[in-house]
């Protein structure tokens, strides 16, 4: 089982840093991707860190804004500068597909999902 946390609502240009970590298994042994979905809209890749680390990726709207990492077996989404347009439910996912990692914002590439933390952006 995926647990997101650290969600909340903030103003526009705040920060928040949701968190991913695992519940009966060990996240460093998967790749994970953030995602997110906003009310009407369908889920949309946010991030991706590889097994290793090495490896990040960032949909073009996050790029320069959100930072992906992992350390300690948790899996951290620093999103700073954040915009109304951020506002959505944010889920963590994790896979065991390692081919084609520029594909990964394929939700179907991922084995478990978290439920989700909600990021509200407002003034």
């Known amino acids: 089982q995926l647990v997101e946390s650290g969600g909340g609502f903030v103003q526009p240009g705040g920060s928040l840093r949701p968190l991913c970590a695992a519940s009966?298994?060990?996240?460093?042994?998967?790749?994970i991707g953030w995602f997110r979905q906003a009310p009407g809209k369908e889920r949309e890749g946010v991030s991706y860190i590889s097994k290793s680390g090495d490896t990040k990726y960032y949909t073009d709207s996050v790029k320069g804004r959100f930072t992906i990492s992992r350390d300690n077996d948790q899996v951290y989404l620093q999103v700073n500068s954040l915009k109304p347009e951020d506002t959505a439910v944010y889920y963590c996912?994790?896979?065991?597909?390692?081919?084609?990692?520029?594909?990964?914002?394929?939700?179907?590439?991922?084995?478990?999902w978290g439920q989700g933390t909600q990021v509200i952006v407002s003034s």
């Open positions: 009966g298994f060990t996240l460093d042994n998967y790749a």
């Open positions: 996912a994790s896979t065991k597909t390692y081919t084609y990692e520029s594909r990964w914002y394929f939700p179907s590439r991922y084995q478990y």
